[in-house]
């Protein structure tokens, strides 16, 4: 899918709201040409991109520099055994599925638009056949990198607590991993835990800003398009300011007794449900509404190279087909949704914001 919306992106020339115009008359009634001039939105790029070495490469020399002390810390091996250990029986349980497929969404921030934003810079020959592949391979490194060096932390905290790994993950994974069972090992840290807790929280820092880059990139270029009269920096300075006050608001909740709760609730529905149902109608539209011969075409036209029976099966078939079984037999199973390893269950009024969330976003792609 990684490889689809580069190539739908670098196509188009247009960002993830404009490119389904630009795409096919049958998914909004016109037909693809190509712009003359994208200046404006290339400097913006640039400057983004200026700034993505620093936001990609500082996280690798933290997460090295962690990997080495988590791997001289007593019990490391035991948490780094458990991140690999493998229950074949779990391939049953549909939250497994729905978990792995929206952490590919998130890792390779597919379904967001950045991807399609980003490849709509490409120079129209660009190779996003080499792009794909080395961004993807990266990703798996980097996520088996992430993973053997926090389990590894993990690990030492089981040691000194005399219990087994799976019980140090006390907030039950997901963002509580990252704020509250892995701060915790961090501070039982017999050497400069204050060192290892500042560099750890301004990866996490520097992570979310190239987060935020990307994410603002997408809307900025949303509203280029559909306003090409509007110079950048207008647009710009105006999504800066509307994400600094929804920023606030965001805030405000999470320093709350109930912020961890909420936050869940919203990552739930806002950050990977949604997503989720995105990427089912985005990869539909473009594989049986426009069309898999006619995709295949357009990029073999693009790129100059005949597309393989493996893709047009990938895309297809595979994929489209997968995600949609997956989120049946997810919604199928579907379980109120709890919090923690308490299992702690959200009111009825509560799960009801989270759904609201979920439906407001679905209904603003449909119409």
């Known amino acids: 899918m ?3 919306e580069m190539a739908l992106g ?19 009634g016109e037909v693809l040409k190509e712009i003359d001039d994208i200046s404006d939105g290339i400097e913006g790029v ?7 070495y620093f936001l990609a490469l500082f ?31 779990r391939l049953t349980d549909a939250d497994v599925w729905y978990a792995a497929v929206t952490q590919c969404f998130f890792s390779l921030n597919v379904g967001f638009g950045s991807i399609i934003m980003f490849s709509s810079y490409n120079g129209f020959s660009h190779n996003i056949n080499r792009d794909a592949l080395v961004v993807t ?34 907030a039950g994974g997901g963002t509580g991993l990252a704020f509250i069972s892995y701060p915790d090992a961090i501070s039982k840290f017999s050497f400069a835990p204050w060192l290892f807790a500042i560099l750890f929280f301004f990866m996490l820092f520097v992570l979310g800003v190239g987060s935020l880059v990307a994410l603002q990139s997408t809307l900025n270029t949303a509203f280029s398009d559909a306003f090409p009269n ?3 920096w207008v ?46 109608l985005e990869v539909t539209a ?9 995709f295949c075409l357009d990029l073999e036209f693009m790129t100059q190279k005949k597309v393989g029976i493996y893709w047009r099966i990938c895309w297809g078939i595979l994929m489209p087909v997968l995600l949609i079984v997956i989120f049946i037999y997810f919604i199928a199973t579907l379980q109120p949704l709890t919090y923690g390893v308490d299992n702690l269950y959200y009111p009825d009024g509560i799960a009801a914001i989270g759904w609201c969330i979920l439906g407001a976003g679905v209904l603003q792609m449909l119409y």
Not at 252 to 277: E, K
Request: proline share 2%.
């Open 59 to 89: 996280p690798y020399v933290i997460m090295i520099a962690l990997l080495i002390r988590a791997s001289t810390l007593e019990g490391a091996g035991d948490g780094m055994y458990y991140f690999i250990e493998t229950d074949w029986n």
């Open 2 to 4: 990684y490889y689809m």
């Open 10 to 28: 670098q196509f188009s020339s247009r960002g993830n709201v404009k490119m389904y115009e630009k795409l096919s008359p049958v998914l909004k």
């Open 286 to 294: 473009v594989t049986w509404l426009y069309g898999i011969d006619n």
């Open 137 to 170: 391979t990266l990703d798996t490194f980097t996520s088996l990198l992430s993973g053997v060096t926090i389990f590894g932390i993990l690990g030492n905290l089981a040691h000194e607590m005399g219990v087994d790994p799976s019980e140090v993950l006390s």
């Open 230 to 232: 509007v110079k950048h």
């Open 46 to 52: 640039k400057s983004s991109g200026k700034a993505s």
């Open 235 to 280: 647009i710009s300075t105006c999504t800066a300011i509307a994400c600094f006050f929804g920023g606030i608001n965001v805030r405000d909740t999470a320093i709350l007794s109930g912020g961890q709760y909420m936050l869940d609730l919203v990552d739930h529905f806002g950050g990977t449900f949604i997503i989720f149902v995105f990427a089912i």
